[in-house]
């Protein structure tokens, strides 16, 4: 069945440094790519996302790349701020409209 | 907008007593999901719709859940028996299918004791 993998599950920074988050994905069908953040006690929000279409989009310091051809997408967050420490997951949604996520990265950013 | 309204926030019962969760999605979102999320399992898709039609329930845990989408402003997930081992936070989401975009309501944090 579909399945999303996520790595790494935590991952701790320094203030300013850059954070990658990498993901794989088993479907091929698979079109549309969301990312999103999870602060504690709250929602899972969207913080960008991309279409098969397109292979990267930027939206200020968050960054997303997209490799088609070996099923995986990864999340590039610049210049880091305590307030980017969360909890950020990846999702795969196929053509049949079913979203899969991933386990979820732990974001620490130390100032 | 209110954005997906969920109902109740925390509810914590006995074992073996039903439970209902209750779902608003953001108007003219035609479709609507359910995900439970714990730590060892995190966001799991138990059920979802679209318009107001079940299209995958393969995430459903097993016969003691159940969902249904009366109408397009309102879905419910019902546990009858819940057991101790549905403790968690079960979220609704909803979108409209030409974004793609889902949003989340705030989700309803279950203690089955």
């Known amino acids: 069945g579909e399945n999303v993998e996520q790595h790494p599950s935590t991952l701790s920074v320094q203030e300013g440094d850059s954070a990658v988050i990498k993901c794989t994905y088993s479907?091929?069908?698979?079109?549309?790519f969301p990312w999103y953040k999870q602060e504690l006690g709250k929602r899972p929000q969207l913080i960008i996302d991309i279409r098969s279409n397109v292979g990267e989009k930027k939206d200020q310091r968050i960054a997303v790349t997209l490799n088609k051809t070996a099923k995986h997408f990864s999340l590039h967050i610049t210049e880091t701020q305590p307030e980017d420490s969360a909890v950020y997951f990846c999702?795969?949604?196929?053509?049949?409209?079913?979203?899969?996520f991933g386990q979820g990265t732990e974001l620490s950013v130390k100032p | 907008d209110a954005g997906v309204i969920q109902s109740p926030r925390h509810e914590v019962t006995e074992m073996g007593q039903e439970v209902t969760l209750r779902c608003k999605p953001i108007s003219g979102h035609n479709s609507l999901f359910w995900y439970r999320q714990t730590m060892m399992r995190g966001l799991e898709l138990l059920i979802y719709f679209n318009n107001n039609v079940p299209i995958d329930d393969s995430g459903m845990p097993e016969d003691r859940f159940s969902a249904k989408m009366p109408n397009a402003s309102f879905s419910t997930l019902k546990i009858q028996p819940s057991e101790p081992r549905d403790s968690a936070v079960y979220f609704c989401a909803s979108m409209r299918e030409s974004s793609e975009k889902l949003f989340f309501g705030s989700g309803t944090q279950l203690s089955v004791l």
């Open positions: 999702a795969a949604r196929n053509q049949g409209g079913k979203l899969i």
């Open positions: 479907d091929s069908a698979s079109n549309y």
